[in-house]
């Protein structure tokens, strides 16, 4: 994917995040997008606490494209995979990875909030672990702050107990 077509797919990624969170979710998105790097070929808002916006997604994906197919596809969301996801992208065979923003980041947006206890686990950890090279990119500075501005203020909106 080039630079644009990432910016392009990170912002559509954060359009999916800023609607899941209008239906009272988490402000998480992700969409996959085809090897030719423009094609939307789906998109996942975050659902809940175990069905995230990324593992969603990987898991439709392997249900409607060959792994082969899947290979040549880039997931692209707005915050780093968690351990789970990582973990989801893997074994759902798609062969790229991009976020815009780390998962430190949404550390130091959400606190020891109980509705998004952050793991200290880069995804990048997670996929050498594997037997397959799964490419990352991110975070992409260019883009980082959109990610995080659609979560500000959210997170203390839901307060402690929520």
């Known amino acids: 994917m080039t630079p644009d077509q990432i910016l392009r797919a990170l912002r559509r990624a954060n359009e999916v995040a800023q609607r899941a969170m209008t239906m009272g979710r988490h402000p998480f998105g992700a969409v996959l997008v085809a090897p030719d790097g423009e094609t939307i070929l789906a998109e996942q808002g975050n659902i809940d606490t175990v069905h995230h916006a990324e593992a969603t997604l990987a898991r439709t994906a392997s249900l409607n494209y060959p792994a082969d197919y899947l290979w040549q596809c880039?997931?692209?969301t707005?915050?780093?995979?968690?351990?789970?996801?990582?973990?989801?992208?893997?074994?759902?065979?798609?062969?790229?990875?991009?976020?815009?923003?780390?998962?430190?980041?949404?550390?130091?947006?959400?606190?020891?909030?109980?509705?998004?206890?952050?793991?200290?686990?880069?995804?990048?950890?997670?996929?050498?672990?594997?037997?397959?090279?799964?490419?990352?990119?991110?975070?992409?500075?260019?883009?980082?702050?959109?990610?995080?501005?659609?979560?500000?203020?959210?997170?203390?909106?839901?307060?402690?107990?929520?």
């Open 74 to 76: 880039t997931l692209v």
């Open 78 to 162: 707005t915050f780093e995979p968690c351990a789970m996801c990582a973990g989801t992208t893997y074994w759902a065979n798609i062969g790229r990875v991009v976020y815009g923003a780390e998962e430190t980041a949404l550390l130091a947006l959400t606190g020891d909030h109980p509705e998004n206890p952050t793991l200290s686990l880069p995804c990048r950890e997670v996929f050498a672990r594997g037997q397959k090279k799964i490419e990352v990119i991110g975070p992409v500075p260019a883009i980082e702050e959109e990610m995080i501005s659609t979560h500000r203020g959210f997170w203390e909106s839901r307060g402690a107990g929520h």
